[in-house]
């Protein structure tokens, strides 16, 4: 017997996989155009990655299968050495993609501040509603792309409105079935029944097919194959694995949770791999389609396994059906999406928090939308280590006194390192000073081979000088540090504790 509350989330979970395999259809087909593959093998690869993911991925409720950020990458290779090029680059894709999980990497995307992932979000969001108006595009008579005018664009517009209203309010009438699924059927009935002229799936391509055969890529396996796939697999592993993890990051903060980010990007590897191997072109998380999930309340793996068994069936069984629902059904549904998936509480963080992290959402945003979202997000962690790096460079200051013995003391304070070098040698006035200094690094830290060597030429000017420089209270690690580069500096490091007690309490 099945329990109430496991009835309730079963019934969830598989309604919910039926409407995002239904959103699924016609993304999964225009991404296949955009890298100039037929739409079969979008819905391959949707239906593997999918699935192969769902059961062994890192993150139940989240949705993978062919994406645009892979496609536009791909349309250059499948242009230039056809599509069995890109099956053989997408299954040295997933191999990268376990190397990186073997080495458990995954970790790395702790690195990415809460700014970037914020402008990955609201771009992300931004690019979702933008890429649906490619739908509101007809081919003219010369074979050139052309917006829909007129009747035909109102109707557009008009099924989209009822679409992204019946979402809205069916919540408020009833839970029984998600509103997205309720709004598709209620728009596709509406079309069917008063035979309304509009644009529909079938009209993006056929999505009919078979199962599909087991392949090995026909491409000669020698070194110049390996020189001209290992670039495009580098960067479609690279942009796949950015995506997956960030909407994973995504979804644990949203359902309180956390995923396995090794885990997912090992079975985002064996996913990519089978696809190759199956004509599929390849593919990573899908941001919206995910959100299609979570909002729903589907967090659970049986989510995504039905989704990718519903898309088989489409392609299997129910293509003619599938063919018949009208785009504006699902721009609708993409349109809720988007402003769903944008984080409205972000713009009243205008003045709130500082300047910088407001520089980086919005650059990362932008760059989101304009470039690449592997381009943004790194450039994004770039511009986060470097803003940090300066801001801690400008924080370097001494403070000075005398003890007993008319020794000057330098009292460090700050992070020495790289950035803060220039403002460390300009602290101290060689000319000016006794002939026994001491710096005190209580409130300091000897950070790399730069600070190494500021302290080593530091020390040579002042004995060029003729004056003596003394250390007091470096850490463990910089004492280490310090005496093994003894030979490259020559530094008086006072160790011994009973003096070292001596020059504070002389200090005092």
Sequence with gaps: MISGTNYHEVKVNLLSGLTVAL??????????LIAQVSPL???????????????????????????????VVMVSLVALHGSEYLFFTVIMMGVLQIIFALFKLGKLIRMVPYPVMLGFVNGLAVVIFIAQFNHFKVMNAEGASAWLSGPPLHTMLYLVALTVAIIYIFPKVTKAIPSTLAAIIFTTAVVFFLGIDTKTVGDLGSIAGGIPEFNFPLVPINLETFKIILPYAFLLASIGLIESLLTLNLIDDMTDSRGKPNKESM??????????FFGGMGGCAMIGQSMININNGAVKRLSGIATAIFLASFVLFLSDWIEMIPLAALIG?????????FEWGSLRLFGKVPQKDIFVGLLVGAVTIIADLAIAVMLGVIVSALIYVWEHAKFIEVSTSENKQGWKIYELKGALFFASVKNFNDLFTIKDDPNEIIIDFKLSKVADHSALMAIGNLANKYKLAGKNLRLINLSEDCIEVLDDAKNMIEINILKDIEENDSLIEEHK
């Design 23 to 32: 959103a699924m259809v016609p993304e999964a087909i225009a991404f296949a």
């Design 41 to 71: 093998t979008g819905l391959y690869a949707a239906i593997i990655i999918c699935f192969i993911t769902a059961v062994f991925g890192g993150r139940p409720g989240m949705v993978s299968g062919a994406t645009g950020a892979l496609a």
């Design 267 to 276: 079975a985002q590897g064996v996913g990519n791999i089978v696809t190759g």
């Design 333 to 341: 549904v993409m349109f809720v999406v988007a402003e769903k998936t």
